[in-house]
């Protein structure tokens, strides 16, 4: 490590120098003659259940060394400066096909085989950086009939979000928009919006589905102002796109204080007891909640609703009065565990806060006890922070309760930059409420674990999760010094945003010193292995490698990632998600990289894994996401073994 | 007193200069290559051109002063040196191998200066 680390100073010298698993019947009786109806993928997740795990076995840690690439194709939607992309898409297959979309509302249907395109629909609806979330898009979804007209058309259909509010529903078999679904193909989702319709909703995340129904969240800007649209979530009727039910975590004598509290990650479905569970967000504005002291238990919660009628089952918040946007942000992971002779159906809720939260998915409560813990209270005029969050302390969290401490090296080269920093800012650990002069926010808003979630191993209860050590500094800003400052602008540099309406604005800096190197220790980014059965933690180790201007830095740094792994069963981690735009298969037992691969960009979400015509497939998207590096592409790529 | 020694040494690292170059470029152009448009390409590029440049004027201007003849020397040492770490740190073995060669040439070039300093020492000696 000093080596490495002096090696770089070097460098430096040198410039001088110059899956169906679960599913119900209906999905399995879509397949064609070509697939293995066990290995599909046909839902971002993996399945419904997102558990991202895949039966196959032709790709063994004994030959994944030999994987090639099989095919890749460039859609073209890439691009950077105000419109620029972040496509963080896990392709499906099902119904002998691949489908994905694209961050400007596009839909590419290819063959499994070869990636030769079938048919290509264009939603459009892509929009700039300073519009709600710019251009995006995390997939499509998929619905087939379970009693198929014969001979009729949008009997399977694909499902794509705009960030315009617009959901498309075409024919999955001819990419031809399905006339019955709302106005020619197009439900006007945005235009539901009930109250203080600040910006159109951003429909990133596709639907889940539970039998004739689509649940539906979406993305909003939950730190511009302070009274915003509420984060309603949808059920919609799969075949006509009528609007079926609304849940809203916001209660309606709040709206006028706040607003958002939406759904913007994964929804999990339990196809056995139609609940569908809802990873809520945190209210508006993010970083000051002075104006919205009421109690609100289904913000910043995981909330199970009936996924026919949107009727609440149960809720648990897991973050009381959020002021840091650490929003529950991954579809829960479903899984039935057996602990002391019993089966429990379970979820896990692994969040931003870097918790391992495992509930009874039936009743809500804990499997592994959650606890009250005491936290900092607020110094800011008018703030009255949680004074106890709930806390999981086993299994394990995955990030500890303080920051790593202030980069040797990095203080070094930066001349003390670092420390004297540290030094001026409040930290005292998980849950330092924001503050004017600063705080450590630790875990930041990437996390803890990111919108992938895990993957999960439903056989032996074997759970994989990537997550962040990344502390960033949060200040609020008294209104009147915000306006000399930035005037009456919404957003502006340094990580400023208004909070308009409310007593302060915010800024989010990155604890970066002058060269751009990270303040604190590495490592920056994990990948963990637990066994859910016992709550034991099986192995962790940093994950990825940062790239800097090309340079690799040590592997026991790891890396910040964005995205998730997948499992298989044959016992291989599959996972992008680094910064350093490599794909890599990771040996289930003990966690050792067995084969890497560099992509065009950093796979920021989890591949899909299917077999078709007897072939295992890995395929990533290497979209990038400018939150990780600048490089971005629009590459789909497929891995599989050689003939 | 001038330089005069054999100019092996020197051509070894204008070919390892070019080779440097070469696959800095490739990198640069080449998504596959993990290195597509970064800096640190760039980088090992220039610093192969400084040492081309460098070893073109050992191979070329047989009639170097001492100064310049130690300062193209220690130049080109630490050109190979680092150019060496950063070829680590972007993982191209290439880069690093194609070091490796200039860093023979290197070697070859001193010793054959320093053989050519004991002949002409000699031959003042004889003179005497």
């Not at chain 1, 031809?176 to 990133?204: E, Q, R, S, Y």
């Not at chain 1, 996390?447 to 056989?459: K, L, M, R, Y």
């Not at chain 2, 152009?29 to 590029?45: C, D, K, Q, R, S």
């Amino acid at each position: 490590m000093k080596i490495k680390a002096l090696a770089l100073i070097l460098v430096g010298a040198a410039a001088t120098a110059g899956a169906l698993f679960l599913l119900p019947a209906n999905h399995a009786t879509a397949q064609g003659p070509d697939n293995d109806a066990a290995q599909v993928w046909d839902a971002f997740g993996g399945n419904q259940q997102a558990q991202k795990y895949s039966t196959a076995t032709q790709i063994t840690p004994e030959n994944v060394g030999n994987l090639k690439k099989a095919w890749d194709i460039h859609t073209g939607d890439v691009s950077s400066g105000p419109h620029e992309t972040t496509w963080g898409a896990t392709p499906l297959f099902v119904n002998n096909t691949v489908y994905v979309g694209t961050p400007k509302g596009r839909v590419f249907a290819v063959e499994p085989d070869t990636g030769k395109q079938k048919w290509i629909y264009a939603a459009g609806g892509a929009n700039g950086k300073g519009e709600n979330q710019g251009s995006k898009n995390r997939g499509v979804a998929y619905w087939a009939a379970s009693a198929p007209a014969a001979g009729q058309p949008c009997q399977k259909m694909i499902y794509i979000g705009t960030q315009t509010g617009e959901l498309h529903g075409v024919d999955a078999d001819t990419g031809k928009p399905c006339a019955g679904f709302g106005k020619n193909g197009v439900v006007d989702v945005d235009a539901w919006t009930t109250a203080n319709h600040k910006w159109k909703v951003g429909l990133i995340q596709p639907p889940a589905v539970y039998k004739d129904t689509l649940i539906l969240g979406w993305a909003g800007l939950d730190w511009v102002y302070k009274v915003e649209n509420p984060g309603t979530v949808y059920g919609i009727d799969a075949r006509t796109g009528a609007l079926k039910w609304t849940f809203n975590a916001i209660p309606q004598e709040e709206q006028n204080q706040t607003g958002t509290a939406n759904v913007w990650a994964g929804i999990s479905v339990d196809p056995e007891t139609g609940l569908a569970f809802l990873p809520t967000s945190s209210p508006s504005p993010n970083y000051y909640g002075g104006d919205r002291l009421k109690e609100m238990p289904y913000v910043t919660a995981t909330v199970a609703v009936n996924a026919e009628t949107g009727e609440v089952k149960w809720a648990r918040q897991l973050v009381h009065h959020d002021i840091w946007d650490v929003d529950i942000n991954s579809a829960p992971t479903l899984v039935d565990l057996h602990k002391n002779g019993q089966t429990i159906p379970a979820l896990v809720q692994a969040n931003k806060m870097g918790l391992m939260v495992v509930l009874n998915r039936n009743t809500g409560e804990p499997v592994y006890p959650i606890v009250e813990k005491a936290y900092p209270a607020s110094d800011v005029k008018g703030e009255v922070a949680s004074r106890t969050q709930p806390f999981v302390p086993y299994p394990e969290p995955l990030v500890p309760e303080m920051m790593p401490p202030v980069s040797t090296l990095a203080d070094v080269v930066s001349f003390g930059q670092c420390s004297r920093w540290k030094a001026r800012i409040r930290d005292e650990g998980r849950y330092t409420p924001p503050s004017i002069r600063g705080s450590i926010s630790w875990p930041a808003t990437v996390g803890g674990v990111e919108w992938g979630g895990g993957a999960v191993d439903p056989t032996t209860g074997t759970y994989v999760v990537n997550s962040d050590m990344v502390p960033q500094i949060y200040s609020l800003i008294p209104r009147d010094e915000a306006k000399k400052m930035y005037g009456d602008a919404q957003r502006g540099e340094n990580g400023y945003s208004a909070q308009e309406g409310s007593a302060y604005a915010f800024r989010l800096e990155n604890f970066l010193n002058m060269w751009g190197m990270p303040c604190w220790a590495p490592p920056y980014g994990l990948l963990s292995s637990y066994d859910l059965n016992t709550g034991k933690l099986l192995w962790r180790k940093p994950f990825g490698q940062v790239q800097k201007w090309g340079f690799y830095m040590p592997e026991s740094w790891g890396s910040v990632t964005i995205g998730a792994p997948v499992i298989t069963k044959s016992g291989l981690v599959f996972i992008g998600a680094s910064m350093d735009s490599r794909v890599r298969a990771i040996d289930l037992k003990t966690g050792n990289v067995l084969w890497k691969h560099i992509v065009d960009a950093p796979a920021v979400a989890q591949p899909a894994v299917y077999t078709y015509k007897g072939k295992q497939y890995v395929v990533f998207v290497a979209g990038g996401n400018g939150i990780l590096t600048p490089r971005l592409s629009d590459q789909l790529v497929a891995f599989a073994l050689p003939n | 007193m001038t330089s005069r020694h054999s100019t092996r040494g020197a051509w070894l690292i204008i070919l390892a200069s070019l080779i440097v170059m070469a696959i800095c470029v490739y990198d640069y152009y080449t998504p596959e290559t993990g290195l597509i448009g970064t800096g640190g390409t760039i980088l090992v590029a220039v610093a192969g051109l400084l040492m081309l440049l460098a070893a073109l004027v050992v191979a070329k201007v047989p009639n170097r002063s001492c100064l310049l003849q130690n300062f193209l020397v220690v130049s080109i040492l630490l050109d190979i040196i680092g150019s060496s770490v950063a070829g680590y740190f972007l993982e191209s073995p290439v880069i690093m191998a194609a070091e490796a060669l200039a860093l023979i040439g290197w070697l070859m070039n001193v010793i054959g200066d320093a053989a050519d300093r004991s002949v002409e020492i000699d031959e003042v000696e004889d003179e005497d």
